[in-house]
């Protein structure tokens, strides 16, 4: 399975912080009053980046796999690979926003609880360098609807100096400055959120800045709740 079709069952944020380079990620979840959903992912990556991740020579010595995020992008679901559990259908297309390559990922959701757990299962290459998703779906008791809790549990850091650390830390800053992972849920009502709901109150936004996600302290995890009632 290739490194964009991981990143077809959920696993974008995990690859997508272990690159260096100008990215932006978002993500839409709509749910619809039978319990649904559609999904809408996008990545960006610069122009610069794509074009030095696709470099022959580049590609020689990191291995094409590893580099190539958007190879697969806008070409049909395989048939001989099995879609992930809770998932109708995929549709992928590339495109262009500003000076940023981006790939666009749509989900058909049937079973948004299964989708998630199917996720959580995908293995994410360097997986201990990169934040964990600690996502969680469940039913909401007495309401149509689902409560969403998700964190990001820090990576594994190396043992190297204070001042070394210091250093890394703020070049991670440096190269993920006005850079962020967007999320958002929409349905009829949305409930016990901390992010920002509109002024009708059906769809929560977090704008989470990607530096943060890259190293979050494990005293002041970054932490996303939601209730959303879709009927």
């Given at each position: ?93 590339r495109g262009k926003r500003g000076d940023m390559e981006t790939c666009t ?119 996303n709740e939601a209730d959303v009632i879709y009927r």
């Amino acid at each position: 399975m290739t490194i964009v079709r991981k990143t077809m069952t959920g696993a974008a944020l995990g690859m997508s912080l272990s690159l260096a380079g100008c990215l932006e990620l978002t993500k839409e979840a709509t749910f619809r009053e039978n319990g649904e959903a559609r999904v809408e992912m996008e990545m960006a990556l610069s122009a610069e980046l794509v074009a030095l991740a696709t470099n022959p020579a580049i590609a020689k010595q990191a291995g094409a796999e590893g580099l190539n995020l958007f190879g697969d992008c806008g070409k049909p679901w395989p048939a001989n690979e099995p879609l992930p559990a809770g998932v109708r259908s995929v549709e992928s297309k590339r495109g262009k926003r500003g000076d940023m390559e981006t790939c666009t990922i749509v989900f058909d959701v049937s079973d948004p609880i299964a989708a998630v757990e199917s996720a959580k299962k995908v293995e994410v290459p360097h997986a201990d360098a990169v934040p964990k998703q600690d996502v969680s779906l469940t039913r909401l008791t007495g309401a149509p609807g689902y409560r969403l809790k998700m964190a990001m549990v820090p990576a594994k850091q190396p043992e190297i100096s204070a001042e070394a650390a210091q250093m890394a830390a703020s070049l991670m800053k440096a190269m993920f400055a006005n850079r962020y992972l967007t999320l958002s849920l929409s349905g009829q009502r949305i409930e016990n959120t901390n992010g920002e709901l509109s002024a009708d109150k059906r769809k929560v936004t977090w704008k989470l800045p990607l530096a943060s996600l890259v190293a979050p302290s494990p005293d002041n995890l970054t932490t996303n709740e939601a209730d959303v009632i879709y009927r």
